[in-house]
């Protein structure tokens, strides 16, 4: 079992940065690919960004590309999302999430197993 907390959600205006981090524990908490999901008020979670075990494979969506940055510091425990030039677009919860699967890109709720409760992240105009 692999729990994992988010934290670093808030409110901030557009253009502004956050950097959300998952904590993660259990039975080898980082030896999986791990990522990031969003969900927007009355809308589907959708994938934001995916990163594999050592950080070497990164696969972000196209709406955050050059704007966010997934990292990973196995030692600690931790991954983070630096979110910069934030758009209201941007505003929904953001769920940490860990893999074991052996494939990549990943980028599918369904090839998660591990979830946080999520962050709530809400971009002003």
């Known amino acids: 079992q692999v729990q994992l907390v988010e934290s670093g959600g808030g409110l901030v205006q557009a253009g502004g940065s956050l950097t959300l981090t998952c904590a993660a524990s259990g039975r080898a908490p980082m030896s999986n690919s791990m990522g990031w999901f969003r969900q927007a008020p009355g809308k589907e979670r959708e994938f934001v960004s995916s990163?594999?075990?050592?950080?070497?494979?990164?696969y972000y969506t196209d709406s955050v590309k050059d704007r966010f940055t997934i990292s990973r510091e196995n030692e600690k425990s931790k991954m983070y999302l630096q979110m910069n030039r934030l758009k209201p677009e941007d505003t929904g919860v953001y769920y940490c999430a860990s893999s074991e699967s052996d494939l990549w890109p990943l980028d599918r709720e369904y090839e998660f197993k591990y979830w946080g409760v999520g962050t709530q992240v809400s971009v002003g105009t």
């Open positions: 990163i594999s075990w050592s950080g070497g494979s990164i």
